[in-house]
């Protein structure tokens, strides 16, 4: 992505219907979906919506400060490092997608939010048979989420839950307060 839409105008990236997008990693391509800002342009207002990214020795979905974005449906597998690392997040709509299959290295899960911003919304996606297998790294627990370093104003409305064999790890939140939380077995926040 290099172009920017508008509040207005949103560039959407979708299969026609009945067909699909498929991205899968190969010993060059190592990183599937990767939405940065180049050359001092940020492609905001972008949806991406259907897209099966799989197989990648990296990232699945690498997200770096483009504010505006929505991950719309998403099937996302087979990861090496990271399945949808959303670092500096601000504004992204993650909705209906399906992380699943990935054994990831590093301080990370299956979405990975670090140091994001106000107005993101992660909502309606299944989570399943992900792990971490970090040597000498301390997170190498099965993870729904990774969040470290948000910002909520409205904190009250995050609710999270997670089974007894899971867990979400909440790192250095701003006000971060009145949640409601089931079964978490790390829960640290500055």
């Known amino acids: 992505m290099r172009r920017a839409g508008t509040a207005a ?17 190969t010993t060059t391509a190592t990183i599937g979906v990767r939405i940065i800002a ?17 197989g990648f020795s990296l990232d699945c979905v690498s997200y770096d400060g483009v504010p505006d974005i929505r991950l719309i449906g998403f099937d996302v597998s087979q990861c ?24 990831t290295n590093g301080w990370t ?8 911003s106000d107005g993101n919304v992660i909502s309606g996606n299944r ?30 409305h995050l609710r999270v839950a997670a089974s007894a064999s899971s867990s979400l790890d909440f790192r250095h939140c701003a006000r971060f ?7 978490p077995l790390r829960f640290s926040c500055a």
């Open 109 to 116: 899960s299956a979405i990975d939010l670090y140091f994001c």
């Open 127 to 156: 989570i399943w048979n992900n792990s971490d297998s970090s040597p000498g790294q301390p997170d190498s627990l099965k993870k729904l989420a990774r969040i470290a370093g948000c910002f909520w104003r409205r904190c009250s």
């Open 80 to 103: 090496g490092r990271q399945s949808m690392a959303l670092h500096r997040a601000q504004r992204v709509t993650l909705r209906a997608s399906s992380i699943h299959d990935s054994n």
């Open 38 to 54: 180049m050359s001092g342009v940020y492609p905001s207002f972008n949806e991406l919506q259907g897209f099966q990214v799989r």
């Open 9 to 25: 105008q949103w560039i959407r990236f979708m299969a026609e219907p009945g067909e699909a997008v498929i991205l899968e990693g």
């Open 177 to 183: 307060r009145s949640t409601e939380l089931q079964y």
